[in-house]
């Protein structure tokens, strides 16, 4: 079983809609859940952190965490052609002395015009 | 804005030779991880490391790797001995606290000939 597992895309919205990407993880004990966007060619960029069940909402972005359920979810609302990019689920495990972010495969959203 | 910042930008080296990836992670930050990025595929944790030692490795991170911070700001990651698998995009990342998302810098592409 994948660590995290993201639903396998791609994703294709038209602009203004709703996409939803998905996420779940299977270590029980993960603490934090984070949101990056990789552009090709680029580095991850984080967008969206959550540690504690329900929904968090920035901007047009909302992240939602279930952790009896091991599920986490972004939805970006009106989504433009600027989202087109690889969406990254991430898990964290940490103690003091570090952690270590886990990453899925990616979801790839096209936003199209 | 902060930013972890990654040197060269781009290495090619032939297989065999040693190379040197650097790091200036942001300042106040105190925890440090290295990533790798092969292409096409999942972002991939190859160490973390905190108060001047190594907290965590993963199995990628063999004896041909390690890593330094040779003084209070930069932060290495050497490949005594390259092969052609090493070829990747490998990534510095920093975080403030062990529980907060990362920061990625740029990422120095690596191609072993």
């Known amino acids: 079983q994948k660590e995290v597992e993201q639903n396998s895309g791609p994703l294709s919205v038209p602009e203004g809609a709703i996409a939803s990407l998905n996420c779940t993880y299977s270590d029980r004990v993960s603490q934090s859940f984070f949101w990056y966007r990789q552009y090709s060619g680029k580095s991850p960029e984080l967008i969206m952190s959550?540690?504690?069940?329900g929904d968090k909402e920035d901007g047009r972005f909302t992240a939602q965490l279930n952790k009896a359920s091991q599920y986490v979810s972004l939805l970006i609302r009106d989504s433009q052609p600027s989202d087109s990019a690889t969406y990254l689920c991430?898990?964290?495990?940490?103690?003091?002395?570090?952690?270590?972010?886990?990453f899925g495969e990616g979801t790839q959203l096209t936003v199209n015009p | 804005e902060p930013e972890v910042t990654q040197t060269p930008s781009h290495q090619v080296t032939q297989m065999g030779q040693e190379v040197i990836l650097r790091c200036v992670p942001i300042s106040n930050h105190l925890y440090f991880y290295w990533y790798r990025q092969i292409l096409g595929q999942k972002v991939e944790f190859l160490v973390s490391f905190y108060n001047n030692e190594i907290s965590e490795k993963s199995e990628i991170f063999d004896d041909q790797f390690s890593v330094e911070r040779p003084d209070g700001s930069n932060f290495t990651l050497k490949i005594r001995s390259t092969k052609l698998e090493d070829s990747a995009m490998y990534f510095c990342?920093?975080?403030?606290?062990?529980?907060?998302?990362?920061?990625f810098g740029s990422g120095t592409r690596l191609t072993v000939v």
């Open positions: 990342a920093s975080s403030p606290q062990v529980n907060y998302g990362y920061t």
């Open positions: 959550i540690y504690s069940n």
């Open positions: 991430a898990v964290n495990k940490w103690e003091t002395s570090g952690s270590r972010l886990t």
